[in-house]
């Protein structure tokens, strides 16, 4: 596990991210939770540190930016063409998620509505060596 980092999470369901906050807060209750809207949210914060995010979990059904324009614009951005990027959607679509993993995400989620896979799914996704980990075929989606 990964003490001590921020991480954003990103989505427009409130519930869903008090949610998420929460199961991270019992994984590792070092890990920061930085809570964003949007894809508007997210592109001003990359551009106005601190916090800078080890990590990002993104929705992708948003109304506005949408999450697969929101990355797209952090991978248009030098300084974080390299940042995890973790679509984190209840989306099982095979278009979304070759989409996702074509406009440069790192890992493709589905969200699950039990508990325990959801908690699951977020331990697997902050486990990752980022620094060594490739994206393949085999294991670029994860589903708990």
């Known amino acids: 596990m990964n003490s001590?980092?921020?991480i954003f999470y990103i989505d427009d369901d409130r519930d869903d991210l008090e949610f998420f906050k929460e199961i991270v807060d019992m994984i590792d209750e070092t890990v920061e939770v930085v809570t964003l809207r949007?894809?508007?949210d997210l592109i001003h914060a990359l551009n106005n540190p601190p916090p800078t995010p080890y990590c990002i979990f993104l929705d992708?059904?948003?109304p506005?930016?949408?999450?697969l324009e929101a990355l797209k614009q952090v991978r248009a951005l030098s300084a974080h063409k390299e940042l995890p990027v973790v679509m984190f959607s209840t989306s099982g679509d095979d278009s979304?998620?070759?989409r996702s993993r074509e406009l440069g995400a790192s890992l493709y989620v589905q969200k699950s509505g039990m508990f325990d896979q959801l908690k699951r799914?977020?331990?697997h996704a902050l486990s990752i060596n980022w620094a060594t980990f490739r994206a393949t075929d085999q294991n670029f989606l994860y589903t708990a």
Do not use: A, F, V, Y
Not at 64 to 67: D, P, R
């Open 4 to 6: 001590g980092l921020t």
């Open 38 to 40: 949007n894809g508007h």
């Open 60 to 62: 992708i059904n948003m």
């Open 64 to 67: 506005g930016m949408n999450g």
């Open 96 to 98: 979304t998620i070759e």
């Open 121 to 123: 799914s977020i331990e």
